[in-house]
Structure formats: C-alpha cells, structure tokens
C-alpha cells in the first residue's frame, strides 16, 4: 500500500511540475503587440440583378484557380488596407468581349499579417479556390484589373447545379438557392434586354 501512495505523489508532483508556466522568452517579453486594423466596407450594391448586370462590364462564370492577400498602403493617415487578388479559369462568358481562358480580380476581403501590422476586413466572405463562381466584374483602375460589382454581392456560387449567394444583400438574396439554369435564364433574358 505504501509503494502506490508514494508511486501516485510521484506522479502528482511531476504533473503539478508541467503544468508551472513557462516564461517567455526575453525577445516576446520586448515585443508590444501589433495593432489590428480592421477595415469596414460601405459597399454601394444594385438593387436588382438588372443593375448588376449593366453596371458590370464582365459577368462570367469561373473557377477560382488561386488567390493571394495583398496589402497597401493608403494615402494619408488611412493606414493600410488588404486586399484579395484571385486568378480565375473562365468557364463561360455571359457578358464581355473575346473569348478569355483566364482572368484576374480583386475583392475587397480578407486578411493579412504585416511587420507592424495585422489587417482585416471586416464582413466580407473571400472567394475560395477551387470553387465556381458567376462573378459580375467592373474594371479596377488602381490595379488594372477587374474588381467584384457590389463586393461579395457581385459573385454567386454555383453548387450543385444551384446558385448559393455570397453576398447579404437583396439582390443576393433574391437569387440564393436558385437553380443555376433559372438564373442563366435571367442573366440572358436581361442581356437582350439591355441590348435593345
């Protein structure tokens, strides 16, 4: 009976010896932390899915291929921001001009860790790789690139031959679960449309 008490004190005592906190080291101790900069995006998002198609100069669907978190500074005392860069395979072109096998663009999401800074934007859902979008896309002048109509409004995954919003706003919302053919219907019915 002896040899298991004292078998069990031992046992006690080295859990109790692992489980004293550990110091950190003197570099960490120096360290302040980083301040986070977390950006809001007042997106200006058309009311309707007519809106979106005309303001967009690209509507296409793709599949994201890659993306990468960029960050800039901005003029001022604005502080930097972050933006999502994403490579895209283009699937089908609804509206556009050529016939393009790829594209780039950029979505205002995302987050990034710099030398003095962490980054963040706030209420946006980035685009994931390997997934397929039908994006509306307005060039970016500051890039010379393309970026997202509306932001995370102007891309709807399709899944599943249905139409998943990204985005919360009406026009988002309006389209969520939609078969992807009644929403190709839509797309192509406003094209003529707007052709006219």
């Known amino acids: ?19 004293q906190p550990v110091p950190p080291a003197q570099s960490e101790r120096l360290q302040p932390p980083k301040p986070t900069h977390v950006a809001e995006v007042l997106t200006l998002v058309p009311q309707d899915m007519q809106r979106l198609f005309e303001r967009a100069t690209i509507v296409a ?27 895209a395979a283009v699937v089908a072109l ?21 030398e003095h800074y962490n980054i963040q934007i706030a209420d946006q859902s980035v685009l994931v790789a390997g997934r397929e979008y039908v994006v509306f896309l307005t060039p970016y002048t ?7 109509v509306g932001e995370d409004n102007g891309a709807f ?5 249905r139409i998943r919003a990204v985005g919360t706003a009406e026009v988002s919302r309006a389209h969520d679960n939609m078969a992807f053919d009644r929403f190709l219907a839509e797309l192509r019915a406003i094209d003529r449309r707007v052709a006219k």
Do not use: C, W
């Open 142 to 148: 500051y890039f010379k690139s393309y970026s997202l």
């Open 157 to 161: 995954e399709v899944t599943d031959s």
């Open 1 to 19: 009976m002896k040899l298991m008490y004292s078998g069990l004190l031992v046992v006690l005592s080295a859990v109790a010896a692992l489980a």
């Open 94 to 114: 609804y509206k556009g001009e050529g016939h393009p096998k790829t594209i780039e663009f950029y979505q205002t999401a995302g987050s990034a860790e710099t």
């Open 61 to 87: 669907r793709v599949r994201i291929t890659g993306s990468a978190t960029v960050v800039f500074d901005r003029p001022g005392n604005l502080g930097p921001t972050v933006r999502t860069k994403h490579t």
